[in-house]
Each structure stands twice: as C-alpha cells, then as structure tokens.
C-alpha cells in the first residue's frame, strides 16, 4: 500500500525557515517523482516542487524564487523541502505526492497518492 506521511509544518515568522518531510512507503522511491503542493483557503491546489528520485532533477514553482530547496534521501525514502525567506503567502496546507515523472509536474490532477498535509503558517 503506498503511504506518504507529511510532517514538519508550523507557526513561524515572516523571514523565517521550516523543514517539511515527507516519509514515502509501500513503492520503489528509487523509480518516482515526489511532487510537493500547497493549498490556501479559498484557492486552488498549487504546484511547489518536484523532484525525481532516479536522477536527482528538480523544478520548482516560479513564486519559489530560491527560497526553498527540494532534496531526497533515498535510503531514508524521504524527501524533505527547506524553506527559507517564509512570506506571509506562503501560509499554506502543504501536501506531497507521488508521481511517476516530473514531466508536468506542477498538475496536481497526475498524481495518484497524497499524503495528508501540513500546516504551514507564517506570521506578519
């Protein structure tokens, strides 16, 4: 059974940085994309960043901008994303997911398996 668990969410200030993870179980990581999304009250599901676990690419969201950072530690089966220079619209149930490939990546409809989300919150 494929399983995501993501964690690593919180209250922070703006400027600040979190850590989100995200435990994958039940597929072989090594042949996968880990896709990460974040939804705002109100408003659509919105592509993050992608990374594919077999060649290590990543791509990332224009609004993203260098502030965070995409990584995968395959023998953990856990890709994690740093956030850094958090802004107060970047508050956000952040959630990751399961795809076969980055290609398209940001479509949050291609992906098959969800992990339940974490709050991110950023103060002003």
């Known amino acids: 059974e494929v399983q995501l668990q993501a964690s690593g969410g919180g209250l922070v200030q703006v400027g600040g940085s979190l850590r989100l993870s995200c435990a994958a179980s039940g597929f072989t990581f090594d042949d996968y994309a880990i896709g990460w999304f974040r939804q705002a009250p109100g408003k659509e599901r919105e592509g993050v960043s992608c990374i594919s676990s077999s060649d290590g690419s990543t791509f990332y969201g224009d609004f993203v901008r260098g502030r965070f950072t995409i990584s995968s530690d395959n023998a953990k089966n856990t890709v994690y994303l740093q956030m850094n220079s958090l802004k107060p619209e970047d508050t956000a149930v952040y959630y990751c997911?399961?795809?076969?490939?980055?290609?398209?990546?940001?479509?949050?409809?291609?992906?098959?398996?969800w992990g339940q989300g974490t709050q991110v919150t950023v103060s002003s």
């Open positions: 997911a399961v795809d076969s490939l980055c290609v398209g990546w940001s479509n949050h409809r291609d992906y098959d398996y």
